[in-house]
């Protein structure tokens, strides 16, 4: 299938980098993002064409979609990088906390599906029509204490991605989840502040690093390509082995 790829989240760490991969081979593309700065600045960096605004808004979703489709004519792919980060117990997340969580990560994600997979879905049963990639976390599938409403929302996301994957296969749509575990972002910053706190969230992955914005975006770049082209319905963990091993 021919046309762009949608980004939401764009100016942010993860979805800058997705941006600079895909610019480099010439995709084009379409931003979007809450940002109106960075947005700006990742737009120039790469060619893409900018639209601002919440993905958490059905409205401004549908908008990008529309505007993809005429710029670019389709949508050859949609990732979804936006994202929050909370982290407390259940007992000290307020609701009003616990719903932004939920409309950040997983609003956003099923506004995306809801716009783009019906638009894509133009390859048939066993031709190309489109990739859509979802980001989950390590924290999705796994206990981590103080993640509780992060981990209802990207398990959420999970959820979202296997059932959109079956509704969309006959369509040729893939869809497929990232989970990145620790990554060094602006939203995560915070957490890099001290050699202390570093060095422990390295020594909980078993590699003994965390991961980079470029990591992931490398994994969302593969599952976009034609080499993932049959691959749907997965979680590709991007890491270190914090989902799925036990540091030494």
Same mark, same amino acid.
């Given at each position: 299938m021919s046309g762009g790829v949608l980004v939401i &989240?764009? +100016? @942010? &760490?993860?979805?800058?980098? =997705?941006?600079? %991969? $895909? !610019?480099?081979r010439g995709v084009p593309l379409l931003l979007t993002g809450r940002?109106? /700065? %960075?947005?700006a600045a990742v737009g120039k960096a790469t060619g893409g064409v900018t639209m601002p605004g919440d993905a958490a808004?059905?409205?401004?979703m549908?908008?990008?979609?529309?505007? #993809?489709? /005429? %710029?670019? @004519? @389709?949508?050859?792919?949609?990732? *979804? #990088?936006? +994202? !929050?980060?909370?982290?407390?117990?259940?007992?000290l997340t307020t609701p009003a906390e616990f719903q932004a969580t939920l409309t950040a990560n997983l609003v956003t994600a099923f506004n995306l599906v809801r716009s783009a997979a019906p638009v894509m879905g133009a390859g048939g049963a066993g031709g190309d029509g489109g990739s859509i990639v979802l980001c989950a976390s390590a924290v999705a599938r796994h206990g981590f204490a103080n993640h509780e409403a992060i981990a209802a929302a990207?398990?959420?996301?999970? +959820? $979202?991605? $296997?059932?959109?994957?079956?509704?969309?296969?006959?369509? +040729? =749509?893939?869809? *497929?989840?990232?989970?990145p575990g620790l990554t060094r972002t602006p939203l995560t910053e915070r957490l890099f502040a001290s /050699?202390?706190?570093l060095k422990a969230s390295q020594a909980m992955h078993p590699m003994g690093r965390t !991961? /980079?914005?470029?990591?992931?975006?490398?994994?969302?770049?593969? $599952?976009?390509s034609a080499g993932a082209r049959n691959i749907t319905g997965q979680v590709l *963990? =991007?890491?270190? @082995?914090?989902g799925s091993l036990r540091a030494r």
């Open positions: &989240g764009a +100016g @942010g &760490g993860v979805g800058a980098a =997705v941006c600079a %991969r $895909l !610019s480099a940002d109106a /700065e %960075r947005l808004d059905a409205a401004h549908e908008a990008c979609v529309k505007a #993809c489709v /005429e %710029r670019h @004519g @389709g949508i050859a792919g949609a990732v *979804n #990088c936006a +994202g !929050s980060l909370l982290l407390k117990p259940a007992h990207k398990a959420g996301v999970i +959820g $979202l991605m $296997l059932s959109a994957a079956a509704t969309y296969a006959p369509k +040729g =749509v893939r869809v *497929n989840c990232v989970a /050699e202390a706190s !991961s /980079e914005p470029e990591d992931v975006a490398a994994a969302i770049e593969f $599952l976009l *963990n =991007v890491d270190a @082995g914090l």
